[in-house]
């Protein structure tokens, strides 16, 4: 991993802020010439540290998705279950991240579903069989209050 500068940190906050933003005005707000604020940006890329780009989808205009968090504990904590359950992780796409905390809980996962039906199954057919799994807590989110929010005609 190159070790960035303020220059580079503050490029990747823009991009995560708005990674459309055009390469003329990102270089003006880091104080860069578009091409010296290009070739920063394609070093991030090919060295990793940015891994692609992606669209965030407000959760409005898909009305029926649900946003479940769910905290998995596992049954020893060892180099081996943790390998074991993050590759078993990893072959199921309805599981959007999944992280590895401290605290109670090992793993937290973000798991997006139409509705508490297809959690029943993606909970029984999934989340219970992933390896070394001892102990699963789902809640149910209820609104997400970060979301950007829509703008209105008239503040267009």
């Given at each position: 991993?190159?070790?960035?500068?303020?220059?580079?940190?503050?490029?990747?906050?823009?991009?995560?802020?708005d990674a459309r933003m055009?390469?003329?005005?990102?270089?003006?707000?880091?104080?860069?010439?578009?091409?010296?604020?290009?070739?920063?940006?394609?070093?991030?890329?090919?060295?990793?540290?940015?891994?692609?780009?992606?669209?965030?989808?407000?959760?409005?205009?898909?009305?029926?998705?649900?946003?479940?968090?769910?905290?998995?504990?596992?049954?020893?904590?060892?180099?081996?279950?943790?390998?074991?359950?993050?590759?078993?992780?990893?072959?199921?796409?309805?599981?959007?991240?999944?992280?590895?905390?401290?605290?109670?809980?090992?793993?937290?996962?973000?798991?997006?579903?139409?509705?508490?039906?297809?959690?029943?199954?993606?909970?029984?057919?999934?989340?219970?069989?992933?390896?070394?799994?001892?102990?699963?807590?789902?809640?149910?989110?209820?609104?997400?209050?970060?979301?950007?929010?829509?703008?209105?005609?008239?503040?267009?």
């Amino acid at each position: 991993m190159p070790s960035l500068d303020d220059i580079d940190r503050e490029i990747l906050r823009l991009l995560r802020l708005d990674a459309r933003m055009t390469t003329t005005k990102l270089a003006d707000e880091v104080g860069l010439s578009p091409s010296a604020c290009l070739r920063r940006i394609r070093h991030l890329e090919h060295s990793g540290v940015i891994h692609g780009y992606t669209a965030i989808i407000d959760q409005s205009s898909r009305e029926t998705m649900m946003v479940v968090i769910v905290n998995i504990s596992l049954e020893r904590q060892t180099e081996d279950y943790f390998r074991r359950f993050e590759t078993g992780v990893r072959k199921h796409p309805e599981i959007r991240e999944c992280y590895l905390m401290t605290g109670a809980a090992d793993y937290l996962l973000h798991v997006e579903v139409e509705n508490a039906a297809e959690f029943e199954r993606i909970h029984t057919e999934v989340l219970s069989t992933l390896p070394g799994v001892s102990r699963i807590q789902s809640s149910f989110t209820i609104r997400n209050v970060l979301a950007p929010r829509k703008q209105s005609a008239k503040s267009r």
